[in-house]
């Protein structure tokens, strides 16, 4: 069984950096990995994911500002987050899954990490 651990979140003003880390355990290399968020009174909503390729996908919203990567031989997973906006405030959450697209159904995920961007 996969589990996840993720780190990084924090506070930050508006316009900051910050940089999560999605620790696994388990075989996730062949897995696609992607990162999720939920505001307050909003629905979960996918922010990226990496397939075991290395092919991206990114939320409209992200697109130029957020940068996913893994590095397999750690089993870890990032979320470089720049330019952030107020409205990137959230949970954050790591996912694992065996194809990408099957997150919610088959998906195996993390507790999260808060990140709060101030103006």
């Known amino acids: 069984q996969v589990q996840l651990a993720e780190s990084g979140g924090g506070s930050v003003q508006s316009g900051g950096s910050l940089r999560l880390t999605c620790a696994t355990s388990?075989?996730?290399?062949?897995?696609?990995m992607g990162w999720f968020r939920q505001a307050p009174g909003k629905e979960r909503e996918e922010v990226a994911h990496?397939?075991?390729?290395?092919?991206?996908t990114y939320a409209d919203s992200v697109k130029g500002r957020f940068t996913i990567s893994r590095d397999n031989a750690k089993t870890t997973t990032y979320l470089q987050m720049t330019s952030l906006e107020v409205e990137d405030t959230a949970m954050y959450y790591c996912?694992?899954?065996?194809?990408?697209?099957?997150?919610?159904?088959?998906?195996?995920w993390g507790q999260g990490t808060q990140v709060t961007v101030s103006s």
């Open positions: 388990g075989y996730t290399q062949t897995y696609c």
């Open positions: 990496i397939d075991s390729d290395g092919s991206t």
């Open positions: 996912a694992a899954a065996a194809l990408c697209g099957y997150f919610d159904r088959f998906g195996e």
